[in-house]
């Protein structure tokens, strides 16, 4: 069964290769959706993709990649999925 997250993940999160790290981990699980850092500093992840790897991805979105600090993760179950074929980094909001 398909779900759609939207995460927003705040600390050390930008300037740190964490967007590339979101992007390999969900293409590694086969999700779509994007990745995108937002003004505020904070970076935003949504992610559609079977629920078992929705839940691992969120697993190691939560720990980072070794140079990002995971201070707080929000996580928001969406009703809708996500009609993109792939999973992209997006430009900064």
Do not use: P, W
């Not at 705040?10 to 740190?16: A, C, E, P, T």
């Not at 590694?28 to 629920?51: H, I, M, P, S, W």
């Not at 990002?68 to 074929?85: G, K, M, P, V």
């Amino acid at each position: 069964m398909l779900k759609t997250i939207r995460m927003v993940a705040s600390g050390r999160v930008q300037g740190v290769g964490f967007r590339a790290f979101v992007k390999d981990a969900a293409d590694d699980f086969g999700l779509t959706g994007y990745v995108q850092n937002l003004f505020n500093g904070e970076v935003r992840v949504v992610a559609t993709g079977e629920e078992a790897f929705i839940n691992r991805f969120i697993d190691i979105i939560r720990r980072g990649n070794g140079h990002s600090r995971i201070e707080a993760l929000e996580i928001d179950y969406l009703d809708r999925t996500e009609s993109s074929t792939n999973f992209s980094i997006k430009r900064t909001e």
